[in-house]
């Protein structure tokens, strides 16, 4: 494929663009490391996906109730659930680390409609899996539950806006 010399300074801005892994996007923005995740990590990822099956009726908290304006990576609006691990410790406001077994789903949307979804990114907090990162395993799925990163795949792409966070959950405070 050849580019006409004026197309090149729009192909390098975009790959520019893309190449950001922390900042606005329309989705779930940073290459798709599909083909480097682990086969563990998968497996991990796709059985993720089997527990969070109705995450739709798990609780939502303020301020991240409904669909919501972001200007994060994952979505011009966004929503977020959290699982009664999670949200039990942040009601409880008694500080700390989340426990093992919290799990936070949010979907990006491009649209405050949330009139489709462009990803469903999912923390889970599980003891050992990686103490470098907090113990924190994540995954970033299409909306019908393709695995598009994962775990070590993700560490990257999640870990540098995350460590914000108390806990690396950047939604609430407890």
Not at 138 to 151: E, L, N, P
Request: negative net charge; charged residues 20%; glycine residues 12%.
């Amino acid at each position: 494929m050849f580019l006409r010399l004026s197309a090149r300074p729009a192909l390098f801005a975009m790959l520019a663009t893309t190449a950001i892994a922390c900042g606005k996007g329309d989705g779930d923005s940073g290459g798709d490391a599909g083909s480097d995740i682990s086969a563990d990590d998968l497996a991990l990822a796709e059985a993720t996906w089997a527990e969070i099956n109705g995450y739709e009726s798990w609780g939502q908290l303020d301020p991240w109730v409904g669909i919501q304006a972001s200007t994060d990576v994952h979505g011009d609006y966004v929503q977020i659930w959290a699982n009664g691990v999670a949200e039990s410790t942040v009601t409880a406001a008694a500080g700390g680390d989340m426990p093992d077994g919290a799990i936070t789903v949010k979907e990006g949307y491009s649209d405050e409609a949330g009139s489709s979804i462009n990803a469903i990114t999912v923390m889970k907090k599980m003891s050992g899996y990686d103490s470098a990162n907090g113990d924190w395993f994540y995954a970033r799925y299409t909306a019908d539950g393709t695995v598009t990163m994962a775990g070590q795949s993700a560490v990257d792409m999640c870990v540098g806006c995350h460590a914000a966070g108390q806990d690396s959950v950047r939604a609430w405070t407890w």
